[in-house]
């Protein structure tokens, strides 16, 4: 009977020893472990700036602190270079948790715009196409052509089909016809007044305007001229052109 008491005793003791060791290995666990993720999750850390980086490496940075990355849009930007980041939510050091998603605006560059081919057409023509092409005419350099009328765009540069930012400007190279001396006659109908006496002047021919009023007609456009066009004529020469005058 004693020897079992004693067996029993052991066990006891054995069994308490057992769960002492356990509940310290618990503290130390809770103490260890479980209570800095529970303190760490609600602690707020301060964001990144990710503005002007590529969107790959404020994906690699966003992530490696912890938050999430979201790329919401694209915009175009004359300032920042394509596939860089233009803005964020929320702002570079704002404080939140992990996790949070960090939300930006990622740059497409500047807008581009292709050259149109304007070979061929008269200069007013050619200048309209430029600017619905999103370009601005820069320089313009007169030629002689013995294959070109007067008047009429020879060539455009940079070239047709060329891809350039918004707002660059081409240069075009017009015809002054023939090196003979015998320029032809552009058609100037349609024209205001002062835009066609500058076309004849730039090919060497001399304006006449000559005004006339035509309620039906807008104020200093002009509705007829004489010699009519692609009459051939020497430089120096002069075109009389009626303009609408309703002043």
């Known amino acids: 009977m004693k020897r079992e008491f004693l067996n029993r005793l052991k066990n006891v003791f054995l069994y308490m020893a057992i769960f002492s060791i356990g509940a310290v290995l618990g503290l130390i666990f809770f103490d260890r472990v479980a209570m800095p993720i529970v303190i760490g999750s609600g602690k707020a850390y301060p964001i990144p700036n990710l503005v002007g980086m590529t969107s790959e490496d404020a994906r690699e940075l966003a992530l490696s602190q912890g938050f999430r990355f979201k790329i919401s849009r694209e915009e175009f930007s004359s ?3 394509a596939n860089r980041v233009l803005s964020q939510i929320p702002k570079a050091q704002s404080l939140a948790k992990k996790r949070r998603t960090i939300r930006v605006v ?11 081919d304007v070979r061929k057409r008269l200069l007013r023509q050619a200048k309209i196409a430029v600017e619905d092409a999103r370009l601005v005419v820069g320089e313009v350099e007169n030629q002689y052509s013995d294959s070109i009328p007067s008047g009429m765009v ?3 540069i940079p070239s047709p089909g060329e891809t350039l930012s918004a707002g660059a400007s081409v240069k075009l190279v017009v015809s002054m016809g023939a090196e003979s001396g ?3 006659v552009p058609n100037l109908v349609g024209m205001q007044g002062e835009e066609a006496c500058k076309t004849l002047h ?3 021919l001399k304006c006449i305007p000559v005004k006339r009023r035509i309620p039906t007609i807008t ?3 002009v509705f007829k ?7 051939a004529l020497y430089r120096g020469n002069g075109v009389k052109i009626m303009v609408n005058n309703l002043k």
């Open 79 to 81: 300032e920042v270079p």
């Open 106 to 116: 990622v740059s497409k560059g500047g807008i581009k715009a292709v050259v149109p």
């Open 154 to 156: 020879i060539d455009i």
């Open 182 to 184: 015998l320029v032809t």
């Open 202 to 204: 730039q090919i060497g």
């Open 219 to 221: 104020d200093g456009e």
């Open 225 to 231: 001229q004489d010699p009519p066009p692609g009459t």
